[in-house]
């Protein structure tokens, strides 16, 4: 009976699961980027905070996996949008909040609700997170 022999192939399985990663957690990311863009609540008047919507750092190498970063980018507003929150003047006695009809009201404070778009988004790409590693593991390519 012939021997065989165990052939190791450890570091090119860790460099494929790897690629499988950076690939699962991009495509991840770019579809919460879509979905953040295309299922928000508010009223889009000028497209900024939308557009600002994106991928930052695609995934890289990390000690323990990949790491990938999506939100918004260059948007001053998008998280109190988020989150919601309390705006009050910094340099000024009150808040000049300009109206439709051109007059401007006077506030000493207005209270943002939170309006999620991102989070939403991630709650529902995340769990699809493991599925997409996995059929980039395969060969095979993502679909969502």
Same mark, same amino acid.
């Given at each position: 009976?012939?021997?065989?022999? =165990?052939?190791?192939?450890?570091?090119?399985? &860790?460099?494929?699961?790897?690629?499988?990663?950076?690939?699962? %957690?991009?495509?991840?990311? #770019? #579809?919460?980027? &879509?979905?953040?863009?295309?299922?928000?609540?508010?009223?889009?008047? &000028? *497209? @900024?905070?939308?557009?600002?919507?994106? !991928?930052?750092?695609?995934?890289? +190498?990390?000690?323990? *996996?990949?790491?990938?970063?999506?939100? @918004?980018?260059?948007?001053?507003?998008?998280?109190?949008?988020?989150?919601?929150?309390?705006? %009050?003047?910094?340099?000024?006695?009150? =808040?000049?909040? $300009?109206?439709?009809?051109? *007059? @401007? %009201?006077?506030?000493?404070?207005?209270?943002? $609700?939170?309006? +999620?778009?991102?989070? $939403?988004?991630?709650? !529902?790409?995340? $769990? =699809?997170?493991?599925?997409?590693?996995?059929?980039?593991?395969?060969?095979?390519?993502?679909? *969502?």
């Amino acid at each position: 009976m012939a021997r065989k022999s =165990l052939v190791w192939r450890g570091k090119q399985v &860790t460099a494929k699961m790897r690629a499988a990663q950076k690939d699962g %957690v991009n495509r991840t990311m #770019a #579809a919460c980027v &879509t979905q953040a863009k295309g299922s928000h609540g508010w009223k889009n008047r &000028t *497209g @900024v905070l939308e557009g600002g919507i994106d !991928v930052i750092d695609y995934a890289e +190498p990390i000690a323990d *996996g990949v790491k990938g970063v999506w939100g @918004v980018r260059d948007v001053v507003y998008a998280l109190i949008h988020e989150l919601g929150g309390v705006i %009050v003047p910094k340099r000024a006695k009150a =808040l000049a909040i $300009p109206q439709p009809d051109g *007059g @401007v %009201v006077f506030a000493q404070s207005v209270t943002i $609700p939170k309006n +999620p778009y991102l989070r $939403p988004a991630a709650d !529902v790409q995340y $769990p =699809l997170l493991a599925g997409r590693i996995r059929k980039s593991y395969r060969g095979g390519q993502s679909n *969502g």
